[in-house]
């Protein structure tokens, strides 16, 4: 009797500390999602073919990466971007779910060339932006910095990876 009253406390204590322990959904992240600088990207206006702008960006090409961008981001530079690289030319949309600073969000088809934009996109916002045309990359960057470099349709794009 006293062997099972003392195998029936210590599952009871390994069971209570257990339940203590933090689960994934107790756990609060609040390491801040720093730039790492994986390439560069120029911009070239179409009419001319000059450099517009260069920027400093970051890749996303597997699906966790496409998937969660620039989510839980506080900040970014103005000389900063993210670089979609999708494997074929598709219609795409995108949302702003836990995306905490605006952006514009550029689509860009299989030739380089910016096909659409959606501008100023509300951060924390889930409603869909598309591109509206097929695009295989799409570049993030600060919101209102498309109408600052006066980026149109047309214009081009160029980017190495580091």
């Known amino acids: 009797m006293k062997r099972l009253f003392i195998s029936a406390a210590v599952v009871v204590t390994v069971l209570s500390c257990y339940s203590c322990k933090e689960t994934p959904e107790k756990v609060n992240l609040t390491k801040e999602v720093t730039f790492t600088k994986e390439g560069e990207l120029t911009l070239l206006k179409s009419t ?76 924390m916002d889930e409603s869909s932006l598309p591109s509206g045309t097929p695009a295989k990359y799409v570049l993030e960057i600060n919101g209102g910095l498309s109408d600052q470099l006066q980026l149109e349709v047309g214009d081009k794009i160029i980017y190495n990876k580091n």
Do not use: H, W
Request: hydrophobic share 35%; no cysteine.
């Open 48 to 123: 001319t073919n000059s450099t517009k702008v260069i920027i400093d960006i970051e890749i996303a090409d597997t699906e966790y990466e496409t998937q969660t961008g620039l989510m839980n981001r506080v900040s970014m530079q103005n000389n900063q971007g993210m670089l979609f690289i999708f494997p074929d030319s598709q219609p795409r949309s995108f949302y702003m779910k836990n995306t905490l600073i605006s952006l514009d969000i550029i689509y860009i088809d299989d030739q380089m060339k910016i096909v659409s934009f959606q501008k100023n996109a509300k951060p």
